[in-house]
């Protein structure tokens, strides 16, 4: 008996290592808990969903994740892969609002979400950059690739509002950005493993936010910490990078060839020309026998390079009962295209997240984070903060006749002595920048009334920047042709140096109650109200000075003293915002929706007894999958209509309209005496106000067979009114005054849609996800007081913001007869080998009223999105596409072939050109003519791009949790902007605005890996 028992006791501790991987959607599920089924032992799942866990031969194990229901799958030593389905038909996940969190079941307004791992999974060191196609609605688009400057242009839902005509004025079409619970601007330099959650809310559900939120608004969550033992995770990336795409320049013989045509035709066609190239001159430019004087220079190739960027993270995170923790620091560093260049990027992200329970019904919190960005460009531009893209315009433009750098390796002047092998000579642009941001919360359980919650916070965020903008003369060489001689020459430039300094801080107190109750076990009501107020200051000083007496002491006591050498300037400003909101929602049985939110707002920048504004919004919601007569739909499992409707404001305009300002400059002469004085420069506006969105959206989400197919669609309506346009048409301009104010009077309206597809499955130990997504906008401007043009169909009104004019090409005359029979372009200009031009007009020739509106832009007006993410095992493999279409731009370096100012010409122009030879060429001759833009150079910009590939491999936790240490290993090779099917512009990048004019977007190679340990 005593040896049975002894045998039956060693069976039951016999223990087997369970490996595998727990998924949910279209993603691995970290954090997940697998215990043995009743007994103690249990871990965590990694970031890769990965687990090991020793568990007794025939248990059970129990698979946990909030939102989801549990699996139970039986111990067996083979690799398992477990898929965890959403509980109550997506009743427990959260999807992030204004100022709390809601299932997203009973969610009633048109909000998209992204989490952190989706964002973390591109190697772009720009967060903003991630996000492009990832939430539907959202148009991003990056037009500059420069380190630390490539920030691209964020809008929701379109253009909806007029464009303030004048540049210093605030950008009145970008979103609010909101990150933990305060307006907080750099969002593309957050980390992004600090990130939980992106949330963008695009209609009524942005009420809450108020005169802030008609552009709609993007929530960031942070990651906080959990409890548990300490988890350190560890991430590691080595980038390469190259541009994109940069248009392929004339050689030296061909652009030679076409200048001789150029030159040609601008002097009438002579029968006794004299070429600019002789014809024994392009033959050295073809067989290299001179390189000093006649030298074939590909300056792309001369100037460009490929570049790196290094991406380090490590992030503690944990936590008991009464206190949870997160730490993390990272760093970017990034360096530029240009061979000889000073560009180099540094940034530095620190976060400290603590929450701890003080009492049994009070938790307070900290969460303090820092972002120290460094950058150096070049400063040939002389403009503080300009970067170093202009310089892209300059590489395309030089003339490859000229030597960039002579045989003995003597840097030459360049076209206009603006050799851009001499960038790191000329000085440099240092921009350093610090800002801390600080939040401090409490959060009290009311004990004695059930559900009621009280939240206080306040916040501190301060950011300081120093700029050092030093411009010196370069020396290069010149060829003596007379002496044989390199002469050193010097540029024509003043020592410079300018020291600019920016401080900026905002205070945000904010107090909230929450109340959330279940009545009768069907009737669920939350309510929220707040008060918050805010104080922002900024101020600004530029010191300069010239002619320093050495170029090795970049600090302005070095600089001349006299009054003409030195400049000095600065601004303060400050702003206050009081605010009252709340929201309260209601259903019943999950199955009917109401919500209602309003934002009394009030703002310092509107005149006394204007600040304040009402924003309400509602919206309602019918699960009909909860219906009855549904259930006999298996194909059913959720589905739900939904509408709302909201009144947005949008203050973004120049602050303190409604005071005179004045302006130095005008002297006055008492008796004999110039006496300085000030005079007037503006009409001040008393009823200045915001611009004010209605916004109504309807939509329908639905899954279908258990979750084989999901959909979200959404068409919205709205109406912008109230914007700040000129009143160019009810008052003359011949006014005499310096100008007139704007008036809220503009009117605009926008409406589109959105869909989503969502496709998952899994078998075996395979998984994939597909998700897909389109969005459309079109704008329409109803009113904005504008002149009539001409020709009614001129006007701007009655079609899209960003519009524009341009006369239509419609051929190129082939010959002399053909330019004769078009009798409206003789005497313009015209010759043989230029655009016809059509002639709406009907005149007797082309002139501007021939031009015509051109509804698109460079915004486009639709975009998609296509996600795939396959899984095998250890093996993972991520697919991002991204496209845009209904967009076009126009290209002005493209255009100029064989122009007066030497500049050189792309291949892609240059080919197919009409020449004598060539009657039936389809592109223009060289040195062209025409009266404006025209729409030959208006490139449709609709491409499709796989902007993020990603394959990764986890480590078999059988094999890592042999070292005791860590708990998962991955390595993975990543691309960004990897690839690009472009529509028309195959010869640069499509998706950067004049193509050829900016800094151009990367491409990156990326090898990275991530431990959790």
């Known amino acids: ?287 290299g026998s ?159 009334v059930k559900g009621l919650r009280v939240d206080v916070s306040y916040n501190y965020d301060f950011a300081n920047q120093f700029e050092k903008l030093w411009q010196i003369p370069a020396y290069f060489y010149s060829y003596n042709v007379n002496t044989g001689n390199y002469d050193k020459l010097l540029q024509n430039t003043a020592i410079q140096l300018n020291d600019i300094y920016n401080k900026w801080t905002t205070q945000l107190t904010n107090a909230r109650f929450t109340y959330d109750r279940t009545f009768a076990g069907k009737h669920h009501v939350t309510a929220l109200v707040g008060a918050e107020q805010q104080y922002n200051t900024n101020s600004f000083t530029n010191a300069g000075r010239k002619n320093f007496v050495s170029s090795a002491v970049p600090q302005l006591n ?68 909860e219906e009855k007569f549904m259930h006999n739909i298996p194909a059913i499992t959720y589905l739900k209509l939904r509408a709302s409707h909201g009144e947005l404001g949008n203050d973004r305009v120049y602050p303190y309209q409604y005071l005179q300002s004045y302006s130095f400059g005008n002297n006055y002469v008492f008796g004999q005496a110039d006496v300085p004085g000030i005079h007037p420069n503006t009409v001040p506006n008393a009823d200045i106000t915001w611009e004010v969105s209605k916004k109504t959206d309807f939509g329908l989400v639905a899954t279908l067979w258990n979750g084989l197919l999901g959909i979200d669609a959404t068409y919205f309506l709205e109406h912008r009114s109230k914007i700040l346009v000129q009143p160019n048409l009810s008052v003359s301009n011949i006014y005499g005054y310096p100008s007139l104010p704007s008036e809220n009077i503009g009117k605009v309206n926008n409406q589109g849609y959105e869909l989503i597809l969502t496709h998952k499955q899994s078998f075996n130990n395979w998984s994939y996800s597909i998700l897909a997504n389109l969005s459309y906008a079109r704008s329409k401007i109803i009113y904005m007081d504008e002149v009539p043009h001409a020709e009614p169909w001129q006007n701007q009104t009655g079609h899209p913001i960003g519009s524009a004019l341009y006369y239509k090409a419609i051929g190129i005359f082939k010959d002399q007869a053909d330019l004769t029979r078009n009798a409206n372009q003789a005497g313009t200009g015209s010759q043989v080998g230029d655009q016809k031009i059509a002639n709406l007009s009907g005149g007797s020739q082309i002139t501007a009223n021939d031009q015509f509106r051109f509804d698109y832009s460079a915004i486009p007006m639709e975009t998609f999105g296509l996600t795939t993410i396959i899984r095998y095992k250890s093996w993972d493999l991520n697919l991002f596409f991204y496209g845009q279409t209904k967009a076009y731009n126009f290209d002005q370096v493209y255009a100029n072939l064989g122009n007066t100012d030497f500049s050189n010409a792309m291949v892609a122009r240059a080919n197919n050109r009409w020449t004598v030879s060539n009657p039936n060429g389809s592109l223009p001759r060289s040195n062209e003519w025409t009266p404006g833009a025209t729409t030959l150079y208006l490139k449709d910009a609709t491409f499709i791009r796989l902007k993020t590939a990603e394959i990764g491999y986890s480590l078999p936790h059988s094999l890592i949790t042999r070292t005791k240490t860590f708990n998962d290993v991955r390595f993975y090779v990543s691309g960004f902007n990897v690839l690009t099917w472009a529509k028309a512009i195959k010869y640069a990048d499509p998706e950067i605005s004049g193509n050829s004019t900016t800094y151009p977007q990367q491409r990156i190679i990326n090898f990275g890996c991530t431990v959790k340990f």
Not at 51 to 79: H, M, Q, R
Not at 374 to 398: E, K, R
Not at 568 to 596: H, P, Q, T, W
Request: hydrophobic fraction near 40%; avoid cysteine; proline fraction near 5%.
């Open 290 to 448: 001179d390189p000093v004087l006649y030298p074939n220079t590909d300056w792309v190739k001369a100037v460009l390079k490929s570049s790196h960027v290094q991406k380090v993270g490590i992030q503690a995170s944990g936590g008991s009962d009464a206190v949870r923790y997160l730490l993390s620091f990272g760093s970017t560093t990034q360096n530029g295209d240009f061979k000889h260049s000073p560009d180099d990027f540094q940034q530095y992200n620190m976060r400290l997240k603590l929450d701890a329970d003080l009492a049994p019904n009070l938790t307070v919190g900290a969460n303090i984070s820092g972002i120290f960005r460094d950058a150096t460009y070049s400063s040939v531009t002389g403009q503080p903060g300009a970067g170093t893209g202009v310089n892209f315009v300059n590489i395309l433009q030089s003339n490859p006749t000229l030597a960039a750098i002579y045989p003995n390796g003597l840097i030459a002047p360049g076209r206009l002595n603006q050799n851009p092998l001499l960038l790191d000579q000329e000085g440099f642009d240092k921009i350093s920048n610090g800002s801390i941001y600080t939040t401090f919360t409490g959060t009290y359980r009311v004990p004695f």
């Open 1 to 287: 008996m005593l040896s049975l028992l002894s045998s039956l006791t060693g069976f039951a501790q016999q223990r087997i290592t369970v490996t595998g991987r727990v998924i949910a959607a279209d993603s691995a599920v970290s954090g997940a808990t697998v215990q043995v089924k009743g007994a103690k032992d249990a871990v965590q799942t990694g970031a890769d969903g990965g687990f090991s866990i020793n568990a007794p031969k025939g248990s059970k194990l129990v698979i946990t994740f909030v939102g989801y229901a549990s699996e139970e799958i039986a111990a067996a030593a083979t690799f398992t892969v477990v898929h965890l389905r959403q509980t109550a038909q997506q009743g427990s996940e959260v999807i992030v609002v204004g100022y709390g969190v809601q299932k997203k079941a009973t969610l009633t307004g048109s909000v998209a979400q992204v989490s952190g791992a989706e964002i973390a999974v591109s190697p772009s060191p720009n967060v903003g950059a991630s996000m492009a196609g990832k939430l539907p609605g959202l148009i991003v688009n990056q037009g500059n690739g420069e380190p630390g400057r490539d920030d691209p242009n964020i809008l929701i839902r379109g253009m909806a509002t007029i464009p303030n005509p004048d540049p210093n004025a605030p950008v009145n079409s970008g979103p609010l950005i909101i990150i933990d619970g305060v307006e907080r601007s750099l969002i593309t330099r957050l980390d992004p493993n600090d990130i939980e959650t992106i949330s963008v809310l695009k209609d009524a559900s942005a009420a809450i936010y108020g005169a802030r939120a008609a552009n709609g608004v993007i929530l960031v969550t942070t990651k906080s910490g959990r409890k548990g033992k300490t988890v350190f995770d560890f991430n590691y990336n080595y980038g390469i990078q190259d541009v994109t795409k940069i248009p392929k320049m004339l050689d030296a013989p061909t652009y030679a060839q076409v200048y001789n045509e150029g030159l040609f035709y601008r002097e009438g066609r002579p029968t006794n020309f004299t070429p600019f190239y002789s014809d024994s001159a392009i033959q050295k430019f073809k067989n």
């Open 558 to 625: 070095v600089g001349s003293t006299a009054a003409a050498d030195q400049s000095v300037a600065g601004s303060a400003s400050a702003g206050a915002y009081n605010n009252f909101f709340g929201r309260l929602n209601y259903d019943f049985a999950s199955k009917y929706l109401l919500e209602f939110s309003f934002r009394d707002n009030g703002s310092q920048i509107f005149p006394v007894g204007k600040r304040y504004g009402f924003f309400p919004g509602g919206s309602a919601g019918w699960v009909l999958s």
